[in-house]
T-cell receptor, first 114, second 111 residues
């Protein structure tokens, strides 16, 4: 039973480019959460999605960031016009349903903006 | 919103000793408290969790206690081993929603 998958594991972008991060939840899980971890800091919530719905995006910056979880395929976190401050590890987690407590994390995508 | 504070930020113990990490939370609606272990460059791994209807939970060398009245919970690791060295994060949630994480405790177990 494969765990949460994320790709790419490492991503380098120049300032102004777009970054696309993908997350495939665990089999049977339909809820995805995205977190950002700055170096030597804790994880900060960004967005919570269910298939085809954004449930809570209160942690997402208002500009340049967007997320989706289509009916088919992985969840995607998109960062447009990246800046150096976007450099961080981005983790997604999945849970089986809204009332489920446990969240299981993927290996993360380490974004470096040069 | 919820605010989770975690102490200490760094902790060094001798192999075989116990380690205790403490967290406080602010939102009385929080009812689920997981603990994650994160090794360098790796994903956070759930090691133990506790729900608000329980005061203590134990799994081998790891235990978690919860004091709902005082709004704090603690992780206890007994008989520490070098492989316990990692960053540990506490979190609080009202269930099915986002986790609010503490800032992490870097634990070093000295052989």
């Amino acid at each position: 039973n494969a765990g949460v998958m994320q790709n790419p594991r490492h991503l380098v972008r120049r300032r102004g480019q777009e970054a696309r991060l993908r997350c495939s939840p665990m089999k049977g899980h339909s809820h995805v959460y995205w977190y950002r971890q700055l170096p030597e800091e804790g994880l900060k919530f960004m967005v919570y999605l269910q298939k085809e719905n954004i449930i809570d995006e209160s942690g997402m910056p208002k500009e340049r960031f967007s997320a989706e979880f289509p009916k088919e395929g992985p969840s995607i976190l998109r960062i447009q016009q990246v800046v150096r401050g976007d450099s961080a590890a981005y983790f997604c987690a999945s849970s089986v349903r809204m009332s489920s407590y446990e969240q299981y994390f993927g290996p993360g995508t380490r974004l470096t903006v040069t | 919103g919820e605010n989770v504070e975690q102490h200490p930020s760094t902790l060094s113990v001798q192999e075989g000793d116990s380690a205790v990490i403490k967290c406080t939370y602010s939102d009385s609606a929080s009812n689920y408290f997981p603990w994650y272990k994160q090794e360098l460059g790796k994903r956070p791994q759930l090691i133990i969790d506790i729900r608000s209807n329980v005061g203590e939970k134990k799994d081998q060398r790891i235990a978690v206690t919860l004091n709902k009245t005082a709004k704090h919970f603690s992780l206890h690791i007994t008989e520490t081993q070098p492989e316990d060295s990692a960053v540990y994060f506490c979190a609080a949630s009202s269930g099915g929603n986002q986790f609010y994480f503490g800032t992490g405790t870097s634990l070093t177990v000295i052989p």
